[in-house]
């Protein structure tokens, strides 16, 4: 069974900085994407930034594009999502989704790590 962890969540001043994790465990994920997704308060979860495991192929929402950056490591099994100049719609709850790189959608997700930006 896939499992998917996420830390690194916290409070942090506008302009600030915050590393997510997420420790993938259950299976190899070479055919595997990971994504991170967020959810405020009265708002629908909204796509954040995904990568695939095995190439590194990288999209992001136009909203955190040059601010935010996701990558992986391989021998860790574990996702990052390093958030840069942080602002307060930022935050929100985060959370990391993983699935084949075929499915429509992902499969797996976290419980995911509260992210809040103060002004």
């Known amino acids: 069974q896939v499992q998917l962890v996420e830390s690194g969540g916290g409070l942090v001043p506008a302009g600030g900085s915050l590393r997510l994790s997420c420790a993938a465990s259950?299976?190899?994920?070479?055919?595997?994407?990971m994504g991170w997704f967020r959810q405020a308060p009265g708002k629908e979860r909204e796509f954040v930034a995904t990568?695939?495991?095995?190439?590194?192929?990288?999209w992001y929402a136009d909203s955190v594009k040059g601010r935010f950056t996701i990558s992986r490591d391989n021998a860790e099994n574990t996702v990052y999502l390093q958030m840069n100049s942080l602002k307060p719609e930022d935050t929100a709850v985060y959370y990391c989704?993983?699935?084949?790189?075929?499915?429509?959608?992902?499969?797996?997700w976290g419980q995911g790590t509260q992210v809040t930006v103060s002004s």
């Open positions: 989704a993983a699935s084949r790189v075929v499915d429509p959608g992902y499969r797996y």
């Open positions: 259950g299976r190899t994920f070479s055919s595997y994407k």
């Open positions: 990568i695939t495991w095995s190439f590194g192929t990288t």
